[in-house]
């Protein structure tokens, strides 16, 4: 064995990513709705046509989809690194040691903020895939990990 670390142990997003990722959405599908519904008043096609699966999908974005992403999410920080896995479709499984780590942001955008949430953003030397979102976490949780991980690297240095 190569002594990876096990998917078991990965730790959940804040359970409040669900609503913020549902409230995205919704914001997103809005637009949507309404131009269906403009153009089913415009009369081109038979009732319904346009509107219906507007919303269908409108619906499944928001009440299924955000749920699914929050799942398929997940991390590990271990004592010098940090592992983040994500996707659906296309899994993708980061290690992140801290060695490598350039600098750390805690990034919170007005739905995030809302709902006590932040995104750790680790950026870190080379070009392919230099920086690594870690959205989902509490704030609180979010400055932690950040200066933990800001600590490792300064003993590192030393």
């Known amino acids: 064995m190569y002594g990876t670390m096990d998917e078991d142990a990965l730790t959940p997003l804040h359970p409040n990513y669900v609503k913020a990722v549902r409230l995205g959405t919704a914001l997103f599908a809005l637009p949507l709705v309404i131009g ?3 153009l089913e008043t415009a009369g081109l096609l038979p009732h319904g046509s346009f509107v ?12 299924r989809v955000p749920l699914r992403r929050y799942h398929a999410r997940g ?4 004592a010098d690194r940090l592992r ?3 996707g659906l479709l296309f899994r993708s499984d980061t290690v ?3 060695g490598r780590v350039q600098h750390i942001d805690v990034l919170q955008g007005p ?3 809302g709902y006590g949430l932040a995104t750790l953003v680790l950026h870190t030397a080379g070009n392919h895939n230099a920086s690594v979102a870690l959205p989902g976490l509490g704030h609180a949780d979010a400055l932690a ?3 933990a991980i800001r600590a490792h690297v300064k ?3 030393i």
């Open 36 to 38: 269906a519904l403009v």
């Open 52 to 63: 219906v699966p507007a919303l269908l999908v409108a619906l499944y974005g928001v009440l």
């Open 75 to 78: 991390y590990q920080m271990g």
């Open 84 to 86: 983040v896995v994500r």
């Open 96 to 98: 992140v040691p801290f």
């Open 111 to 113: 739905i995030e903020r």
């Open 145 to 147: 990990m950040r200066e």
């Open 155 to 157: 003993r590192e240095t």
